[in-house]
């Protein structure tokens, strides 16, 4: 079946340094969304990428869709707290309904 | 302030007994989803719903029964809770390919 590959499980870093994960999928996907969720918390939305190629801002967040739309990365510049939890990528593929979710990426800032 | 509301947050059952997890929203969407999340699995899909009384198998449906007689209501049904159940299980609500909407999540223990 479809799949979405996240790399990787758990990134520490320090504040200020950056961070990024990557989703890969194993078939072509009709838009990719992402989502953060903080430690004891639920999933949140952060943004949905549709077109190929395409690359999205949020402050200190890039988001950007693969030109063959089978991958994704967020990057995020200059680490803050508030940044810590746990980002996932989903994406649709097939099924109209049926999101494919990435395992996540765990986000730690190191004291 | 759209809302999807799971009727508990934390939910201790004996194995064996019958379990029901319900999920309201209130923003008039087709789409209800239950998820379980374990600790390094990410979220897995148990089924979904496009609309009332019409259901779908997720990926892990087994063990699992869910009930839409309302547009906003979606329930999910453990017939005999075992301990391999123990999860965190979070529903959520979207319009088509728009993005998912979770409530706070029910964690259940089996004991």
């Known amino acids: 079946g479809q799949q979405v590959m996240q790399i990787p499980q758990y990134q520490h870093v320090q504040e200020g340094e950056d961070f990024t994960t990557y989703c890969n999928s194993s078939?072509?996907?009709?838009?990719i969304q992402w989502y953060k969720q903080r430690p004891g918390g639920h999933p949140v939305f952060l943004i949905q990428?549709?077109?190929s190629g395409e690359v999205k801002k949020q402050k200190r967040l890039t988001f950007q869709f693969g030109e063959a739309k089978k991958n994704s990365s967020l990057h995020i510049t200059a680490t803050q707290t508030t940044d810590v939890g746990t980002y996932f990528c989903?994406?649709?593929?097939?099924?109209?309904?049926?999101?494919?979710w990435g395992a996540g990426t765990k986000l730690i800032i190191k004291p | 302030d759209v809302k999807v509301t799971q009727s508990s947050r934390y939910l201790v059952k004996r194995t064996g007994e019958k379990v029901f997890l319900e999920c309201v929203q209130d923003?008039?969407?087709?789409?209800m989803f239950w998820y379980r999340q374990d600790p390094g699995l990410g979220l897995r899909l148990i089924y979904f719903s496009y609309d009332v009384k019409m259901k779908e198998k997720g990926d892990i449906p087994e063990g699992y029964s869910v009930s839409r007689e309302k547009k906003e209501r979606f329930s999910l049904i453990l017939e005999s809770a075992s301990t391999n159940q123990t999860s965190m299980y979070l529903c959520?609500?979207?319009?088509?390919?728009?993005?998912?909407?979770f409530g706070s999540g029910t964690q259940l223990s089996v004991l």
């Open positions: 959520a609500s979207s319009f088509g390919e728009e993005k998912l909407f």
């Open positions: 989903a994406g649709h593929g097939d099924s109209n309904y049926q999101l494919i």
């Open positions: 923003m008039d969407h087709e789409n």
């Open positions: 078939t072509t996907l009709s838009n």
């Open positions: 990428l549709v077109k």
